[in-house]
């Protein structure tokens, strides 16, 4: 069992940046993709970014590509999501996720094997 623990979340207004954290206390990701989620009220889980542990490949989605950027502190077992110029309709709660190598493309979620609890982020206009 992997327990990921996210933090950063808040309230900022439009064009604000957040940095999201999300660490594993004890675990190395070095086999596994470590990915973001968001999730807005009646909507579904959509991916916006994942990031290779053992290699550093990233990915977006083509609505945060450019705002948003994925990294990794492998001395920390950290993983962040800085968002910049943040809009009203990134509001969500932010979820990190992990994806061990081999189980399936890391843009779904029901590949992923792993999960925070989630953080909320809000963006005011």
């Known amino acids: 069992q992997v327990h990921l623990v996210e933090s950063g979340g808040g309230l900022v207004q439009a064009g604000g940046s957040l940095r999201l954290s999300c660490a594993a206390p004890?675990?190395?990701?070095?086999?596994?993709?470590m990915g973001w989620f968001r999730q807005a009220p009646g909507k579904e889980r959509a991916f916006l970014a994942a990031?290779?542990?053992?290699?550093?490949?990233?990915y977006y989605a083509d609505s945060v590509k450019g705002r948003f950027t994925i990294s990794k502190d492998s001395a920390k077992n950290t993983v962040y999501l800085q968002m910049n110029s943040l809009k009203p309709e990134d509001t969500a709660v932010y979820y990190c996720?992990?994806?061990?190598?081999?189980?399936?493309?890391?843009?779904?979620?029901?590949?992923?094997?792993?999960w925070g609890q989630g953080t909320q982020v809000t963006v005011s206009s």
């Open positions: 990031i290779i542990w053992s290699g550093g490949s990233t």
């Open positions: 004890g675990r190395t990701f070095s086999t596994y993709a």
């Open positions: 996720a992990a994806l061990k190598q081999g189980s399936g493309s890391h843009y779904y979620a029901w590949n992923y094997d792993y």
